[in-house]
């Protein structure tokens, strides 16, 4: 995909949704300045345009053992076991108490 159509597909549609609640000229003109911005990082290589990061598989074993641990010693202690382990592995939890995880 070309650096520029990874910009458009990033930045809010002027008259899509949001349309609604902001002129069409202002969304416009925002998405104006952040295509210039984006694209000179795309360029130069210092920024890398994806919308998400790939998922992280865990296989059931993995599942079981992680939640075993959890059980046995708390989410926040099992967090920081597996995020020393893992460190490229953005771990964190929710409000409600789930773990959430993905690549960095």
Same mark, same amino acid.
């Given at each position: 995909? !070309? %650096?520029?159509?990874?910009? *458009?597909?990033?930045?809010?549609? /002027? ?11 202002? @969304? #416009?003109?925002?998405? *104006?300045?952040?295509? +210039? =911005?984006?694209?000179?990082?795309? !360029?130069?290589?210092?920024?890398? =345009?994806?919308?998400?990061? /790939? ?10 053992? @992680? %939640?075993?641990? %959890?059980?046995?010693? +708390? =989410?926040?202690?099992? =967090?920081?076991?597996?995020? !020393?382990?893992? /460190?490229?592995? !953005? @771990?964190?939890? #929710?409000?409600?108490? +789930? @773990?959430?995880? +993905?690549?960095?």
């Amino acid at each position: 995909m !070309k %650096a520029e159509e990874a910009v *458009d597909e990033v930045l809010p549609d /002027p008259k899509g949704a949001l349309f609604a609640k902001v002129p069409y000229s202002s @969304i #416009s003109t925002v998405n *104006d300045a952040a295509k +210039g =911005i984006l694209s000179d990082q795309v !360029k130069n290589g210092t920024v890398t =345009i994806q919308k998400r990061a /790939p998922y992280t598989l865990v296989r059931t074993e993995e599942k079981i053992q @992680i %939640a075993r641990r %959890a059980a046995e010693n +708390g =989410i926040a202690t099992t =967090i920081r076991h597996y995020a !020393k382990m893992f /460190p490229d592995l !953005k @771990i964190a939890v #929710s409000e409600h108490g +789930g @773990i959430l995880t +993905g690549s960095k």
